[in-house]
């Protein structure tokens, strides 16, 4: 693999990581407040943190393709913000 090819890749992931990352934290965030909304005496803030973490493959299953489609989008906003597809470009 090139190294350029390389160096996009490596780009557009780190940017879908981050869209990625920032989506699921606050995904997590609103069903935690959800949940703490629920409280009863039988029901504390142990039992809402563990409903919102073992909630979170799903939220994860749900986000990937949206955060991908953004974090490539985001991602080559950022190279071309630069003029880096440009140098690729015209370097053939």
């Known amino acids: ?5 390389r ?28 949940e703490l909304a629920e409280i009863k005496p039988g029901y504390g803030l ?4 563990e409903y919102a973490v073992l909630a979170t493959p799903r ?13 490539v989008l985001l991602g080559w906003g950022a190279l071309a913000q630069h003029n880096e597809l440009l140098a690729l470009r015209s370097a053939g």
């Open 46 to 49: 142990t039992q809402a943190l």
């Open 59 to 71: 939220w994860t299953m749900e986000l990937l393709p949206a955060t991908a489609v953004l974090g």
């Open 1 to 5: 693999m090139p190294i350029w090819e």
């Open 7 to 34: 160096y996009l890749l490596s780009a557009l992931l780190r940017a879908c990581g981050l869209a990625f990352l920032i989506f699921l934290s606050l995904a997590f965030f609103i069903l935690l407040m959800e």
